[in-house]
């Protein structure tokens, strides 16, 4: 599967997103089929982002949608934003109303990981609704840290 299929899949997944609501309908998907659309997602990417797991669990008064990555560090940058984009596009079609993301990349060397968290709401303010550009939303809503 290459990046036609990856094109097609986004554009699939936006389009149930953007229009779905408009018509009335308000499409929510289980746990379960939030977890094999985000295999999908990172299977059909022509990226060399691995996606090492998921975690879906809440904390204080937030509910997070953790993913746990693997790329070069190099790309890093490709890696954060593919990856809080498909986090924004599946919290948004989810039964579960996720508050929070939260991504830990680990390096293909023997880098220690780094964690990047992010509000979805202010996410979807650049995922999805073009509202914000990249550089408004990385100063706004992106706190990368150390584990």
């Known amino acids: 599967m290459g990046l036609n299929f990856y094109l097609i899949m986004k554009f699939l997944i936006l389009t149930i997103v953007l229009i779905h609501p408009l018509i009335g309908g308000s499409l929510k998907y ?5 977890t094999s659309m985000l295999k999908e997602y990172f299977n059909a990417s022509k ?15 937030r509910t997070v949608f953790q993913i746990d990555i693997e790329c070069d560090i190099k ?23 996720f508050t929070h993301s939260t991504l830990i990349i680990h390096f293909n060397s023997n880098t ?3 964690v990047a968290e992010a509000n979805i709401l ?4 650049f995922f999805i609704k073009k509202v914000y ?9 992106l706190i990368i840290k150390n584990l």
């Open 75 to 97: 790309d890093i940058d490709d890696a954060i934003l593919f990856s809080f984009e498909v986090i924004s596009i599946l919290s948004r079609i989810s039964v579960t109303r």
């Open 47 to 61: 990226t060399t982002i691995v996606l090492l797991g998921r975690q879906f669990f809440e904390d204080e008064d």
């Open 122 to 125: 202010c996410s979807e303010k």
């Open 133 to 141: 550009n990249e550089s408004k939303w990385r100063k706004n809503c």
């Open 30 to 34: 289980e746990d379960k089929k939030i």
């Open 112 to 114: 220690i990981p780094i």
